[in-house]
Nanobody, 125 residues
Framework: QVQLVESGGGLVQAGGSLRLSCAAS????????MAWFRQAPGKERDFVAA????????DYGDSVKGRFTVSRDNAKNTVYLQMNSLNSEDTAVYYC??????????????????WGQGTQVTVSS
């Protein structure tokens, strides 16, 4: 089992920045691809960003490329999501996830076995 706890969400004005953190415990954190997904009210859960176990490979959803950056610190069992140039369409609950993926499947929701409880991000215009 892997337990995931997100933090860092909140209310921010359009154009602002936030950094989300996800602390992991349980099984060896460094074995897993870590990802961020988000879900807005009435919408499906969408892929945001992912990072392979060694940090060498990352992937991003089209809507966040160039604005968001995913990183991880295996010594601290933590993954981060730096979000810049936020807009109202980024408003959602953001979920951290852990799974064993290939490089090609990093963005696939079904590949992730463990999920956090989510943290709300609200961008005011």
């Amino acid at each position: 089992q892997v337990q995931l706890v997100e933090s860092g969400g909140g209310l921010v004005q359009a154009g602002g920045s936030l950094r989300l953190s996800c602390a992991a415990s349980g099984r060896t954190f460094s074995n897993y691809t870590m990802a961020w997904f988000r879900q807005a009210p009435g919408k499906e859960r969408d892929f945001v960003a992912a990072i392979k176990w060694n940090g060498f490979y990352t992937d991003y959803g089209d809507s966040v490329k160039g604005r968001f950056t995913v990183s991880r610190d295996n010594a601290k069992n933590t993954v981060y999501l730096q979000m810049n140039s936020l807009n109202s369409e980024d408003t959602a609950v953001y979920y951290c996830a852990a799974g064993r993926t290939t490089i090609q499947t990093m963005g696939a929701l079904y590949q992730y076995d463990y999920w956090g409880q989510g943290t709300q991000v609200t961008v005011s215009s």
